[in-house]
């Protein structure tokens, strides 16, 4: 009895230790305000703004006087709550057609154009104007002795089958490539799969964390012991990441079978209007920046989509070689934004030199 009273007592002490410590320590679950992205009325102009700045990599601090009247001028909503909540942000500038890119005039003879289509990962969430992967390519190709015009047509948001029309209408920019730069969550979802996709932590965004605008940072009751709110945020971590890598795993599979189909045919469709247009189309995959470090989850989805695209006579062209072995999050915007950072958009860059020459016929 003795014996068993000192271990009680021993194993008592040790969690009252412990739970000291956290509190001394500030330990406990961590929530961020929701980065977001503002844009002006002409979506001319926008904004990502972000709670915190730990990289040092957002140029912009909405708190400052000069910058935040700035903004102001360009009639970007919201710069008051964004101030207060998010005000870390890089700004970007989007031509006529919604390309963050400069407007395009007329095709110049013999200058190769080519073409990015793709979301957020292509437009460049979360990274200044220059940083994106199409104007780095479009330096790193310059700097090899080659004048090519990369166009940055990646939009945030776009999936199929909105990609076929945003394809279409940049068409008359008189593409010589259109490279689609693909990410898992692009597909066409059946209703049924679609009803399975939880909005807490896509791999993308992890919003389990994140505290929305018209929401207060919770704070835990002082009588709620933090061994146990760090326990429980935990377990929530894991489960929830369990059951995104499924979802993101049978995005291609027999799950969304109907879906992925559809979106093959969306695809070809793609390249035809390319080819009508007399512009080779490539599809890119990128990977999720999650597990890069050693057994990535979704290596069996990028084989899924190489054999199709083959079967379907589509030029495939995969950039996870390019990542493996990564530390996944030194490629993050920011610790609750998983969107390529500008380490990662040098990595795509760098790996798209010499299929790009290669479809160009251009040598490298």
Known sequence: MKRLAYVIFLGISTLLLAEGAARLLDLGPERFHHPWHLESPNKHHGLDVYPSNPRGAFDLDLRDPATFDALKR???????????????????????????????????????????????????????????????????????????????????????????????????????????????????????????????????????????????????????????????????????????????????????????????VLMQRMRDASEKKGARFVVVMLPLLVGLEGDYPFAEAHQIMAQACKEHKLDFFDLLPAFSGKNSSSLWVHETDRHPNEIAHRIIARALVKPVLDRLGSQP
């Open 74 to 264: 360009k009639a970007i909503p919201h710069l008051e709550r964004a101030q207060s909540r998010t005000p870390y942000a890089v700004a970007g500038s989007y031509n006529a057609e919604l390309c963050r890119q400069d407007p395009v005039g007329p095709k110049k003879k013999g200058l190769p154009r080519v073409l990015i289509i793709g979301d957020s990962f292509s437009e460049g969430q979360g990274v200044s104007q220059d940083q994106p992967f199409a104007p780095v390519l479009q330096k790193r190709l310059a700097d090899q002795g080659h004048e090519i015009e990369v166009i940055n047509c990646g939009r945030r948001g776009y999936n199929f089958p909105d990609l076929l029309e945003w394809t279409e209408r940049h068409l008359p920019y008189e593409p010589d490539l259109v490279v689609y730069a693909m990410i898992l969550n692009d597909p066409v979802l059946t209703p049924e799969f679609k009803k399975r996709q939880k909005f807490i932590d896509d791999w993308i965004l992890d919003r389990r964390r994140m505290v929305l605008p018209n929401e207060h940072m919770p704070e835990a009751p002082w009588w709620r012991p933090r061994l146990w709110s760090i326990w429980r945020e935990a377990k929530a971590k894991a489960r929830v990441g369990r059951e995104t890598t499924t979802w993101y795993q049978e995005v291609l599979g027999e799950p969304n079978q109907a879906g992925f189909e559809e979106t093959l």
